[in-house]
């Protein structure tokens, strides 16, 4: 069983930084692409990027609202997974989880963590 | 961007069936995919690739998706099924992944 696992949120102030951090456990990361989503309170789903696997060369895409700002970055002999925020704004206040991404499931979002908690204030 | 649009909010008796549709754009020449969302919960995904469901979904859950609209369908519903579920696709000509903005489906 895939098991995803998110850490690293809390209260910073805007302009500011933070780094969540993502742990995979149940799965070899070799064709696995790890995706970023958020959840602002009582809103929907807002995707924010995605890291393919490094046999697809570790391509990086982020959404609009974030793109130059943050960054995500892997480190397979870990299983782990980053997603390094900068210039931090309130709009950034959300829940943000990490989810694999696998070829069997033609690459949906098939296992996701419960998620950590950034607020921006 | 590519948008995709969904019912704000669905309802259905125990026992009935519930429909949920997400329209985009020529929605029917990608690939959809939906998820279940409960209370407090994370989101789970129950459908890929339009219509086909990872282990462990019922079948009770299907899906499809033609022209400008993709659907899923859930029948014999129960109380767990209460929910939100969302549709997503991949925006090839941007290479991002969307959402659409959830339905909230409600067993009456």
């Known amino acids: 069983e895939v098991q995803v696992g998110e850490s690293g949120g809390g209260l910073v102030k805007p302009g500011e930084s933070l780094r969540l951090s993502c742990v995979v456990s149940?799965?070899?990361?070799?064709?696995?692409?790890m995706s970023w989503v958020r959840q602002a309170p009582g809103k929907g789903l807002e995707w924010v990027g995605r890291?393919?696997?490094?046999?697809?060369?570790?391509?990086?895409d982020y959404a609009a609202p974030v793109k130059g700002r943050f960054t995500i970055s892997r480190d397979d002999s870990k299983n782990m997974v980053y997603l390094q925020m900068n210039s931090l704004k309130t709009d950034d206040t959300a829940k943000y989880y990490c989810t694999t991404m696998r070829p069997e499931n033609y690459y949906g979002m098939d296992a996701w963590g419960q998620g950590t908690t950034v607020t921006v204030s | 961007s590519y948008v995709l649009t969904q019912p704000p909010s669905v309802s259905v008796a125990p026992g009935q069936t519930a429909t949920i549709t997400c329209e985009g754009d020529n929605i029917g020449r990608k690939g959809v995919f939906w998820y279940q969302q409960k209370a407090d919960q994370a989101p789970v995904l129950v459908v890929y690739?339009?219509?086909d469901r990872p282990s462990g979904i019922p079948e009770r859950i299907s899906g499809s998706n033609s022209g400008n609209t993709a659907t899923l369908t859930i029948t014999r519903v129960e109380a767990g099924d209460e929910a939100d579920y969302y549709c997503?696709?991949?925006?090839?000509?941007?290479?991002?992944?969307?959402f659409g903005g959830g339905t909230k489906l409600t067993v009456l």
């Open positions: 997503q696709v991949w925006d090839k000509d941007s290479d991002h992944w969307v």
């Open positions: 149940g799965v070899t990361l070799t064709h696995t692409w």
């Open positions: 890291i393919k696997s490094q046999i697809d060369g570790e391509t990086v």
């Open positions: 690739y339009d219509s």
